[in-house]
T-cell receptor
Framework: SQQGEEDPQALSIQEGENATMNCSYKTSINNLQWYRQNSGRGLVHLILIRSNEREKHSGRLRVTLDTSKKSSSLLITASRAADTASYFCATDRIQGAQKLVFGQGTRLTINP | GAGVSQSPSNKVTEKGKDVELRCDPISGHTALYWYRQRLGQGLEFLIYFQGNSAPDKSGLPSDRFSAERTGESVSTLTIQRTQQEDSAVYLC????????????FGPGTRLLVL
C-alpha cells in the first residue's frame, strides 16, 4: 500500500503566488524527502527533513513535518514558470522493509 | 560520470521479447535502486542493492523481472517475455549509503511494449 499520499493531485497557480503541497503517511518514519520530476523523467532531490525536525528551509522552499499528524507540507514561495513539475514525497519507515516509499505526486502548473 | 546514467533512453519492443536495461550509478555510491513509473503514476519500488548484501527484491512484480549488479557498479534490469503492461519509465537511483540517504536519479528508460 502507498505510504505517502500527496494532496492535491494537481495544482495550478499564477506565477508569483505561493504553492503548498501536502503529504500524509501511515507509519512512523526516520525521515521524509521531497523530490521534483520534470517531464516524467528523473527525479531531483529537493530537501530532507528528519523525524526530530519540524521545519526546514532551502531557498524558496519551506518544508514542515508534523509527526503527530503524520503529515508534511512543501511550500514554494514566489513561484516561477520553471517550478512547473510533479512533486513527490518519499518516506523512510522505521519498521518494515528498508526502502523509500514514494507517493503519487502533485502535478504543479505555474501559469505566466 | 557526474550523475546516474541509464541506457537506452527509449526502448520499443514487441510483446514476448526480452529487454535489458542498464544503469551506471554515481561512482562510490554503494546503494542502487530500480523503480517503475507508469504514466501519470508514482514510483513503484522494484529492487534495491546495498554493497555486497543480498538484494531486496520485494518489489519485483513477477518472476519475469530480474536484476543484477556487478560489485558496486553497473546494474542491469532484465524483463523476460515482455507484456504490454510492462510499458513504463524505469528509473534507477543511487545513494552514498543505505536507504536513508538522498537518492540521485538517472533520466530513466522509457519502455514501450507493442
Amino acid at each position: 500500500s502507498q505510504q505517502g499520499e500527496e494532496d492535491p493531485q494537481a495544482l495550478s497557480i499564477q506565477e508569483g503566488e505561493n504553492a503548498t503541497m501536502n503529504c500524509s503517511y501511515k507509519t512512523s518514519i526516520n525521515n521524509l524527502q521531497w523530490y521534483r520530476q520534470n517531464s516524467g523523467r528523473g527525479l531531483v532531490h529537493l530537501i530532507l527533513i528528519r523525524s526530530n525536525e519540524r521545519e526546514k528551509h532551502s531557498g524558496r522552499l519551506r518544508v514542515t513535518l508534523d509527526t503527530s499528524k503524520k503529515s508534511s507540507s512543501l511550500l514554494i514561495t514566489a513561484s516561477r514558470a520553471a517550478d512547473t513539475a510533479s512533486y513527490f514525497c518519499a518516506t523512510d519507515r522505521i519498521q518494515g522493509a528498508q526502502k523509500l516509499v514514494f507517493g503519487q505526486g502533485t502535478r504543479l502548473t505555474i501559469n505566466p | 560520470g557526474a550523475g546516474v546514467s541509464q541506457s537506452p533512453s527509449n526502448k520499443v519492443t514487441e510483446k514476448g521479447k526480452d529487454v535489458e536495461l542498464r544503469c551506471d550509478p554515481i561512482s562510490g555510491h554503494t546503494a542502487l535502486y530500480w523503480y517503475r513509473q507508469r504514466l501519470g503514476q508514482g514510483l513503484e519500488f522494484l529492487i534495491y542493492f546495498q554493497g555486497n548484501s543480498a538484494p531486496d527484491k520485494s518489489g519485483l512484480p513477477s518472476d519475469r523481472f530480474s536484476a543484477e549488479r556487478t560489485g558496486e557498479s553497473v546494474s542491469t534490469l532484465t524483463i523476460q517475455r515482455t507484456q504490454q503492461e510492462d510499458s513504463a519509465v524505469y528509473l534507477c537511483a543511487s545513494s552514498l549509503g543505505p536507504e536513508r540517504e538522498t537518492q540521485y536519479f538517472g533520466p530513466g528508460t522509457r519502455l514501450l511494449v507493442l
